[in-house]
């Protein structure tokens, strides 16, 4: 979360930035923390009655901000900027408000709020999930004082590219890559995938390269899984009723088509198959980042440029090469799984809604956290499926029109959805009904949405507006 600064720009040095990142910053003290992010669409409440959707407009975003920060009397509102947060406003940082429980809120591009939980050792799953459901409280205590509901939706399936043009957070970032994403037309997958979708994502420290490995392997192994399982759609795009099960999965993709930014990147799938490969795919990731087009860097005057693409190396030679646009280069790729500053990996595949966190909460800490727990899943996976690098990418690609029911390996992916279904409901560290009742909000047969889908667009929304 957060902008990265352009001010003092200090240069790249690799062979820190290497050092640094096999340290596993994330972790504290030895154990492992993790670290949950939902972003929750916010609609007016008397326009969903009149069966229009419309979104939380910039002036109620301020409102809903102002709402958690007097709910909390402990709360602190500030401008985040690189990681710091501040008092004093700064042009390109963002607003944001941390609760006495380090949950930080933020607004995002257009109709939607973020609430990320500060990071907390891994084996406290009692926590997390207490964290999850009082940022959930929070949003939705908040947004009704203003006249708002809560939408419980990847995407809520009338709002188009023209509503969140119209709503747009002014924030320099989120314009500067909007600037660039306009310029491939209004049917943009990166303006969809900026303005239309939302998803709930999970960070996980990590203590060293090897261990970074790992969460990276598995976190691809299941990546595909992730899409199918935690699918919440309302089978409608910008009105239209869409044939695909999971359309952020193929928006993502989309990315692909002028540069490798999403997915599987091409070096991390074929090294996860060799043998230990997984000891040296932070140095993968780090080569990756900076052999990527960028979405848009600063130049010498500390202007964002979006009007051309170099990638990280080119500015180098330029001598362009900052911290600061390594960040930058970094920030603005959307893998399934993504390595952030060198102190957490993020698995990015879950759409989102109010049951998903929690199923990401557990099995963060009882399966990615745990290293017996994990090795045996990545075992399990391989030996279930058989999967190769091939065939793993041919199931990424195929899982927004076919969700569950999509190939993997000799087994599909409604097979490996119950697999984590069922170390949800082996969870230790919590009560066996409430794992086996965040179990039951995957998705692990058939992706049938046809209740989603009734004459329009407008009633399809209407089914997922909660509080109504």
């Known amino acids: 979360m957060g902008e990265v600064s352009k001010l003092n720009a200090s240069f790249f040095d690799e062979t820190q930035v290497r050092n640094d990142y096999a340290k596993g910053r994330g972790a504290n003290d030895g154990k492992l923390s993790i670290g949950i992010e939902i972003e929750s669409w916010l609609v007016n409440t008397q326009a969903a009655r009149e069966e229009r959707i419309k979104m939380m407009s910039s002036q109620e975003s301020q409102a809903v901000l102002e709402m958690i920060a007097s709910a909390d009397p402990q709360s602190q509102t500030a401008y985040e900027i690189n990681g710091r947060r501040i008092a004093e406003q700064v042009e390109n940082a963002p607003r944001v408000c941390v609760d006495s429980h380090g949950i930080m809120y933020q607004l995002e591009l257009c109709g939607v709020l973020e ?6 050792p891994a084996d406290d799953l009692t926590r997390s999930l207490q964290l999850i459901s009082r940022a959930q409280t929070t949003i939705i205590n908040a947004a009704k004082s203003v006249g708002l509901s809560g939408f419980n939706a990847a995407f809520p399936g009338s709002i188009s590219i023209k509503d969140c043009a119209e709503n747009m957070v002014a924030r320099e970032r989120l314009t500067a890559e909007w600037q660039k994403f306009s310029l491939d037309g ?6 969809r995938t900026m303005g239309l979708a939302t998803s709930a994502q999970v960070s996980i420290g990590y203590r060293d390269p090897q261990e970074a490995g790992e969460i990276i392997k598995l976190g691809n192994l299941l990546a595909p899984a992730f899409y199918a399982a935690f699918a919440n759609s309302t089978g409608y795009v910008e009105g239209q009723r869409s044939d695909l099960l999971i359309p952020r ?4 993709m989309q990315h692909n088509r002028t540069a490798p930014r999403a997915g599987i990147p091409i070096s991390i799938l074929r ?19 900076q052999q990527v087009p960028m979405v848009y860097y600063w130049d010498e005057q500390g202007t964002p440029r979006f009007d051309t693409s170099p990638t990280f190396k080119q500015l180098l030679s330029r001598g362009l090469g900052t911290q600061q646009n390594f960040a930058l280069a970094e920030s603005l790729l959307w893998p399934d799984v ?6 957490r990996i993020e698995l990015r595949a879950a759409d989102s809604g ?21 090795r045996d899943a990545i075992s ?9 690098a091939e065939t793993l990418q041919f199931s990424r690609e195929q899982v927004a029109g076919r969700g569950a029911e999509t190939p993997f390996g000799r087994t599909n992916l409604g097979h490996i959805s119950s697999m984590m279904a069922d170390w949800i409901r082996n969870a230790s560290n919590i009560n066996p ?3 086996r009742s965040i179990a039951a909000s995957l998705n692990t047969g058939k992706c049938d949405i046809d209740e989603y889908r009734p004459n329009s667009a407008v009633q399809a929304d209407l089914l997922r507006v909660k509080g109504l």
């Open 338 to 343: 993504k390595v952030i500053g060198g102190q």
């Open 380 to 388: 399990d996976i391989l030996e279930a499926s058989k999967i190769t």
């Open 271 to 289: 090294q996860m198959f060799e043998r230990n490969g997984e000891k040296s795919l932070l140095d993968t990731w780090i080569n990756h980042v």
């Open 186 to 191: 209004p049917d943009s997958p990166g303006l």
């Open 354 to 374: 109010f049951t998903q966190p929690a199923a990401l909460a557990v099995l963060a800490s009882e399966v990615f956290a745990s290293p017996l727990k994990r």
């Open 115 to 120: 609430a990320a939980g500060a990071p907390i």
């Open 249 to 252: 999965a193929d928006w993502w």
């Open 433 to 435: 009904d409430q794992a």
